[in-house]
């Protein structure tokens, strides 16, 4: 079953807005990574952060892990039409499961020009 | 580097053929894996390998069969095809994090689309 699920389902904003999508998950986590995946196309990475860490920063991706609430949070600040695509959070675990990554249905994210 | 490739991309199958889905990957990564995503349904992980020769099981293995002779390669096999199997098929690489066995960043491929009539 999925680990992590991501909120909103969707999201619909204008270019130049920012654009936050959050993360929950069920069990204690090693590691969560942020993916985007273009329509048609494979995923690709955008950032990891470890369960150690609070916050972390990539250009203009800005991604929170707050493991008490077991949630994450990824904000892409002035987006542009570029950026649209899904977003996926993944979950990996220590212990029996840790090769694995567990991903969530994913956020779709339309930036309007 | 190539990263890792997938072929074919596109395949159309009637009802109990077979085929094999093959997957390349030229990091020199350990692990190995193939996912299937459907509609609303994010990724789903059908198999894994951690290593030349070793393969296990993921979330939805029942009707795929895998094999992993060479570390670079990652075999994925439909025996008996079923209109259920009609999905986009996904392989990653990735290697753990040093000391551990945590997976680290995943690298996909591009991705084969397989209809099953």
């Known amino acids: 079953s999925q680990q992590g699920e991501e909120d909103p389902q969707a999201l619909s904003i204008q270019e130049g807005e920012n654009a936050t999508m959050n993360c929950s998950y069920k069990?204690?986590?090693?590691?969560l990574q942020w993916y985007r995946q273009n329509s048609g196309r494979g995923l690709v990475h955008l950032i990891l952060i470890r369960s150690n860490e609070r916050e972390k920063h990539s250009g203009r991706l800005r991604v929170t892990l707050d493991t008490s609430k077991k949630s994450s949070s990824l904000l892409i600040t002035a987006s542009r039409a570029a950026d649209t695509a899904s977003y996926f959070c993944a979950t990996a675990h220590s212990g029996a499961g840790s090769y694995q990554l567990t991903f969530g249905k994913g956020t779709k994210l339309s930036v309007i020009p | 580097n190539a990263g890792v490739t997938q072929t074919p991309k596109f395949r159309v199958l009637k009802t109990g053929q077979s085929m094999t889905l093959l997957c390349a990957q030229d990091?020199?990564?350990?692990?190995m894996y193939w996912y299937r995503q459907d509609p609303g349904m994010g990724l789903r992980l059908i198999h894994y390998?951690?290593?030349?020769?070793?393969?296990a099981k993921g979330e939805v293995p029942d009707g795929y069969n895998v094999s992993r002779l060479k570390k670079q390669n990652f075999l994925l096999g439909l025996e008996s095809a079923a209109p259920s199997q009609t999905s986009v098929y996904f392989c990653?690489?990735?290697?753990?994090?040093?000391?551990?066995?945590?997976?680290?960043?995943?690298?996909f491929g591009p991705g084969t689309r397989l209809t099953v009539l």
């Open positions: 990653a690489s990735s290697y753990p994090r040093p000391g551990t066995t945590v997976t680290d960043t995943q690298y």
């Open positions: 069990t204690s986590i090693n590691n």
């Open positions: 390998s951690v290593g030349e020769g070793t393969t």
């Open positions: 990091m020199n990564h350990e692990y």
